[in-house]
Nanobody, 126 residues
Framework: QVQLVESGGGLVQAGGSLRLSCAAS????????MGWFRQAPGKEREFVAAISWRGGSTYYADSVKGRFTISRDTAKNTVYLQMDSLKPEDTAAYYC???????????????????WGQGTQVTVSS
């Protein structure tokens, strides 16, 4: 059974940093795109960042570019999201996702991802 488990969320002041982790189990994702999405109350789930199966290509939403960094540790089957210079508008539940298909180009679309974690809450106070 495939599981993605996020951790690292919490409450932080504006300008602060958090590092989210997503540990995968049940299969290896070394050949799969992985991504982070977020969803604020009353809003649709939106793309945050994605990393290619090789880890050499990363993609970011314009709203987080320059502040967030996605990375992966293939040996640990884990993907990370380093979030710096956090803003109140970054407040949301953050979800890790994985594409079932291998060797694909990273996508920003929610429906391109097959496996999802349960989410971790990030709250940024002003």
């Amino acid at each position: 059974q495939v599981q993605l488990v996020e951790s690292g969320g919490g409450l932080v002041q504006a300008g602060g940093s958090l590092r989210l982790s997503c540990a995968a189990s049940g299969r290896t994702f070394s050949r799969n795109t992985m991504g982070w999405f977020r969803q604020a109350p009353g809003k649709e789930r939106e793309f945050v960042a994605a990393i290619s199966w090789r880890g050499g290509s990363t993609y970011y939403a314009d709203s987080v570019k320059g502040r967030f960094t996605i990375s992966r540790d293939t040996a640990k089957n884990t993907v990370y999201l380093q979030m710096d210079s956090l803003k109140p508008e970054d407040t949301a539940a953050y979800y890790c996702a994985a594409d079932r298909s291998t060797y694909t180009i990273a996508s920003r679309r929610v429906d391109e991802y097959d496996y999802w974690g349960q989410g971790t809450q990030v709250t940024v106070s002003s």
